[in-house]
Structure formats: C-alpha cells, structure tokens
C-alpha cells in the first residue's frame, strides 16, 4: 500500500483533494495532507518537512499556486528543494495562476455545486476554454457565482463535483497526469 503525501499551500487545496481523490485513486492508496499557511511557508519548511518523513511507501506530491510568479521558475526551485531533501523524484505541480483556475476548467460542477445551471451554457466563451490563462481566477469564480464561491466551503462543495474526464485546465490535467503515473490502477 502506498502514501500519498501532499503538500499543500493552503487549506482550500486539502478540501478540493479530500472530495476529488476518492474518485481518482483505489482503496489501497492512502493520502495524508500536509497543510502550510500560505507558500512562503511552504517553500521555508518543505525540505525539512520531506526529509524527515519516514515512511518508506509514500510518494510526494506538491501543488502550489503561480500567482504572479514564472511557473518554470517556481517549479525549479521547489524541485531542487526536494532533491536537496533526499527526493528528486516529487511531483511538483503548479496551478496556472490559482486553483479556482481548475474549477472553472469545469464549469459543470461549477453549475452543480453552486446550482447556477446557467453556468455552464458559458464554457464556449473563450476566457473559459483555457482558464490557466485568466488573470485572477479566484475573482472571476466570485463573480461567476454571484458571490457564492468562497475559498474553503467552494473548494470542498466542487472537489467531488470536477471530472477527471472534462476539465479544459492544462495546469489541472497535468495534474492528472502526474498522479496516474504515481498511484496503481485500480
């Protein structure tokens, strides 16, 4: 059995993947969150965090938001992190500009979630065939919502609503990518 260990840069991740992953990955693997205040935290703590983790079946995995950072460069720095950890082999993800990014790649279990069915007839616009590139993500879910969507209860309201399958998100599905390569089929 494996561990899957995530490190989070705040708690609306944690919610997101608590609903999400039981869709995604077989009893067999277990998941523990590791939950830091924000992403200076996480990058200050992670290389201790990962080398004194002492389970030997687990595999890391760290999602942390772009903001208004170089994806490339933020994704090095915590890549070398984890190989000065003992770990070079994490997988390191970055969500295009914020998480919210990855709900409105999903503008279904956006209607779902917040029971705006005329939500979804909006994933033809254009700004909402590649969320990624949006400027403030997390703003324009408030906004698409009528001021519904707020951080932890949104994040835990869509994770179990967000198809694998259906999300235009490229940062989302390389998320997917990564962590079907990391976890057994089922």
Not at 41 to 68: A, H, M, Y
Not at 105 to 130: H, Q
């Amino acid at each position: 059995m494996i561990t899957l260990v995530f490190f989070l840069e705040e708690p609306s991740a944690k919610a997101m993947l608590e609903g999400f992953l039981p869709g995604l990955v077989s009893d067999s693997v277990n998941t523990r969150f590791i939950v830091f205040e924000g992403k200076q935290d996480l990058e200050k703590q992670l290389e201790r965090r990962i080398r004194g983790w002492r389970s030997p079946d687990s595999k890391f995995v760290i999602i942390r938001d772009q903001d208004s950072g170089d994806c490339h460069t933020i994704k090095a720095r915590l890549v070398e992190k984890c190989a000065a950890a003992g770990h070079p082999d994490v997988l390191v993800r970055i969500a295009c500009r914020e998480l919210e990014s990855w709900y409105l790649g999903d503008l279904s279990a956006v209607a779902k979630a917040f029971g705006l069915p005329a939500i979804e007839r909006r994933a033809s616009e254009s700004k909402f065939r590649d969320p990624d590139r949006l400027n403030n993500p997390a703003q324009e879910l408030i906004s698409l919502t009528q001021g519904r969507y707020q951080k932890i209860a949104g994040s835990r309201a869509l994770g179990p609503l967000l198809n694998a399958n259906a999300n235009v998100s490229p940062s989302f599905n390389t998320l997917l990518a990564g962590l079907r390569r990391l976890i057994p089929a089922s």
